[in-house]
């Protein structure tokens, strides 16, 4: 069992060098791709193991826009053309693991051949009903609507309305051409995939541009791009549920479309949640947590 992480980085090169300690494995190999803006990819320790992308592949990652598709992409392509790996896990810098790297490979060996992918109720999935997902893909966004700043997403928001509403397109502004007719799925941005399905979606992707550039006018494209491939594959009645505990309940403090960052109050929960890893953290904010992850992991 050959597993490639594809880490995705923007800050904390101590908090990174710690996940790269922590999940050292035999089977293990890293990919990383640090943000253009950043300035971290000098402080990311060096080893046989750590594949960090060239400035040439690292993009200016942007909120709810296809930048995070490209950076992704770059990392998965860099993986499939460096070796042969059983798994591709995206994960993030800011994720850190519940389980040893030993039970990880372990899980991924007891359930070869499965692709870990987490879906939503959407359109084409579960409820069958139109909501604020599908508006995502139904609809043409302009580049510059894509940001986090008041302006653009009281703009967004305008757009948004005029069009329908959060839960409908009216027909004048729906999208056109082979995108429109693609069923879409939606689901959590975090994934991890077998080798024979990464084949096949770069495969698809090589032979259809289309797809890609359909996307690159949708919002928030990293949460549908992945999910609607496999389900548009013939693998996909080998999905099964993503890997990563994440926390969305409402909390004082907690930034709008963000998880929360965990933190000691956390730890049980997360612990007793069966999964393989979890995010956010931010070890300027609460370091126990991940010292208490540590422990427990090298009991």
């Not at 320790?45 to 709810?64: G, N, Q």
Request: proline fraction near 5%; include cysteine; hydrophobic fraction near 35%.
């Amino acid at each position: 069992m050959k597993l490639a992480i594809l880490l995705l980085c923007h800050k904390n090169a101590e908090q990174i060098n710690l996940f790269l300690q922590t999940m050292q494995h035999p089977a293990i190999e890293f990919f990383i791709h640090a943000d253009k803006k950043s300035d971290i990819a000098d402080q990311i320790i060096k080893r046989p193991d750590i594949h960090m992308l060239p400035d040439s592949m690292r993009v200016d990652v942007k909120w709810s826009g296809f930048s995070m598709i490209e950076a992704t992409l770059n990392m998965l392509r860099e993986a499939c053309h460096s070796r042969k790996f059983n798994y591709y896990w995206l994960c993030s810098g800011q994720d850190f693991p519940i389980k040893s790297p030993d039970e990880i490979i372990s899980y991924f060996r007891n359930h070869v051949g499965k692709n870990f992918i987490g879906l939503v109720p959407s359109y084409n999935y579960v409820d069958y009903r139109k909501n604020h997902y599908d508006k995502r893909n139904d609809l043409y966004f302009p580049h510059f609507l894509m940001g986090k700043s008041l302006w653009i997403r009281l703009l967004k928001r305008l757009y948004i309305e005029i069009s329908g509403g959060w839960n409908c397109t009216f027909l004048l502004f729906h999208r056109k051409g082979r995108f429109a007719q693609t069923d879409f799925y939606y689901g959590p941005q975090w994934w991890a995939i077998t080798d024979r399905f990464s084949v096949w979606l770069l495969k698809y992707l090589k032979d259809n541009p289309w797809y890609e550039e359909g996307y690159q006018s949708s919002l928030t494209p990293d949460e549908s791009f992945f999910q609607t491939l496999l389900m548009m594959s013939p693998y996909k009645e080998t999905r099964h549920d993503y890997l990563h505990y994440i926390d969305w309940s409402e909390r004082p403090g907690k930034p709008k479309n963000s998880p929360n960052t965990l933190t000691m109050a956390d730890y049980d929960k997360m612990k007793a949640s069966g999964y393989l890893m979890a995010r956010k953290f931010d070890m300027d904010m609460d370091k126990e947590v991940i010292n208490r992850l540590l422990d427990s992991i090298y009991k």
